[in-house]
C-alpha cells in the first residue's frame, strides 16, 4: 500500500520552524558548533550545548542564548571520545527536555603529519572523536526517534569527506566515514520520519582560522592577504570563506518539515571546492 506523507506544508502561521523540538549540538561552544546552535535556537528549538572551553565564557553563552531566544538552552561537557559520557549526556537531554527530536555531530580535531610519521595515538584520537562519537550519539537517539515517527540527524563532515588532501589521514578517513555512517542511518530511518544528512564545509570563518590566518603571515613573513588568497582559499573558486550563519541556516532548514524528503545526502557547503 502507498504510503503517504505524514506531514504536508501549511500555510505561514507565524510559529517557528523548530517550535517544541529539542536538540543536542556536540562540539558547540564555538566555532561552527556554536553557530549551528544558535540557528537552531533562532529557530525555535531547546539545544544542548557540548564541548570544552571557559567555563564563565560558555555560561555567558549559554544563559545569553536562552534568553535572546525564549528557549531552554542546557550544557554537558561530556568527553566526545567516551562512549558511556556520551551515553549520559543523552539521559541529561531526555530528563530535561523530554526527548532529543534533532542531533548534529560536529565535534572534531584535527593533526596534521605524514603517513610515516603520523603518530598511531593521534590516529586513534582523530578517529575516536569525529566519527566514533557520531555512532555513538547517534545509537543512543535512533531507536526513541523512530519509535516516534520523527528525528533529525546532521552530521558535519567536510569537503575532505568527498576529497583528500595529503598530511591529513586521519581526518580524511574519518570525514569519508562520516559520509558512510550518514548514508546507512538514512537507509535504516527511511521509513520512519528520521532523516540523516551529512554537510561537507570548505572553509569557513571562525576565530580558530583567523587566528590559524595571523600566525601563518607572522611565521612566513607574508601578507594576510595572501596567505588568505593562496593558501586558505587556494581550493575554493569563490575565494570566499563559507560562514557559521550558513552552516546554522542550512541545518534548521535539515530539520524542519520542509525536507523530510531529504535524506542520506551529502552536501558541500565549498564555495565550488569539490566541483573541480
Not at 61 to 78: F, H, L, Q, T, W
Not at 148 to 173: C, D, E, M, Q, T
Not at 188 to 211: F, K, Q
Not at 248 to 259: E, P, R
Request: proline share 5%.
Amino acid at each position: 500500500m502507498l504510503k503517504m506523507p505524514k506531514t504536508a506544508l501549511a500555510p505561514d502561521t507565524g510559529r517557528r520552524p523548530l517550535e517544541g523540538r529539542s536538540a543536542i549540538v556536540t562540539g558547540s561552544t564555538s566555532g561552527i558548533g556554536l553557530g549551528i546552535a544558535e540557528a537552531l535556537a533562532r529557530a525555535g528549538a531547546a539545544v544542548m550545548l557540548n564541548g570544552f572551553g571557559n567555563p564563565a565564557e560558555i555560561e555567558d553563552n549559554r544563559g545569553a542564548m536562552a534568553e535572546e531566544n525564549d528557549v531552554d538552552i542546557a550544557y554537558d561537557g561530556a568527553d566526545m571520545s567516551d562512549p558511556d559520557a556520551i551515553r549520559l549526556m543523552v539521559d541529561r537531554a531526555v530528563m530535561r527536555f523530554g526527548q532529543v527530536d534533532i542531533v548534529v555531530n560536529n565535534a572534531g580535531i584535527q593533526h596534521v603529519a605524514p603517513i610515516a610519521e603520523f603518530p598511531p595515538e593521534k590516529w586513534d584520537a582523530v578517529l575516536a572523536i569525529n566519527l566514533s562519537s557520531a555512532f555513538h550519539l547517534i545509537q543512543a537517539t535512533f531507536e526513541p526517534m523512530r519509535k516516534r515517527g520523527f528525528g533529525r540527524i546532521v552530521n558535519i563532515s567536510s569537503a575532505h569527506g568527498l576529497i583528500a588532501s595529503p598530511f591529513k589521514a586521519a581526518y580524511v578517513a574519518a570525514k569519508h566515514g562520516v559520509i558512510g555512517l550518514t548514508k546507512v542511518v538514512a537507509l535504516e530511518g527511511a521509513e520512519d520520519g528520521v532523516t540523516c544528512n551529512a554537510i561537507c564545509p570548505g572553509y569557513v570563518w571562525t576565530p580558530l582560522v583567523e587566528r590559524q590566518i595571523d600566525d601563518q603571515a607572522t611565521s612566513h613573513n607574508i601578507a594576510r592577504d595572501s596567505v588568505i588568497r593562496d593558501v586558505f582559499l587556494k581550493n575554493q573558486p569563490t575565494r570566499r570563506f563559507a560562514t557559521v550563519e550558513e552552516m546554522g541556516a542550512l541545518t534548521v532548514f535539515l530539520c524542519s518539515d520542509c525536507a523530510a524528503s531529504i535524506t542520506g545526502t551529502a552536501l558541500p557547503v565549498d564555495g565550488g571546492w569539490t566541483a573541480h
